[in-house]
C-alpha cells in the first residue's frame, strides 16, 4: 500500500482550507482551478500533493448528486433493519433518480 505523509497538522489545515472556500467564492475559484497550487500554500507536503490527483467537486454543479454514508452499518443491513433502511433509502431523491 502506498504511503504518504499525514500530519495531524496537514489534516487541520484541510479542514480549515475547505471550510474557508465553502464560504469565500475567490478562494473555492482558486481551488477548483488549481488544487495543487492551493494545497501546497497550505502546507501540504509536496510530495503528497504530488502523488494524488484531486479534483474539486461541487454538488451545485451537478443535476444528480447522491450523498451515500461512509459505512454502512453491515449488522442491521444483514438483519434488514427497516428503521435503519429506511432512513438509508430516504437519502435517495427518488427524482433525481430518474
Request: no cysteine.
Amino acid at each position: 500500500m502506498a504511503r504518504f505523509p499525514h500530519y495531524q497538522k496537514n489534516a487541520a489545515a484541510l479542514g480549515r482550507l475547505l471550510a474557508n472556500a465553502a464560504v469565500d467564492p475567490n478562494l473555492k475559484a482558486a481551488l477548483k482551478a488549481d488544487p495543487k497550487t492551493v494545497l501546497k500554500e497550505i502546507g501540504l507536503p509536496d510530495v503528497a500533493v504530488e502523488l494524488f490527483e484531486f479534483r474539486i467537486v461541487d454538488a451545485s454543479d451537478y443535476t444528480s448528486t447522491i450523498t451515500l454514508p461512509f459505512r454502512l452499518n453491515a449488522e442491521k443491513v444483514a438483519k434488514a433493519d427497516a428503521q435503519y433502511l429506511s432512513q438509508l433509502g430516504g437519502m435517495l431523491d427518488q427524482a433525481r433518480l430518474s
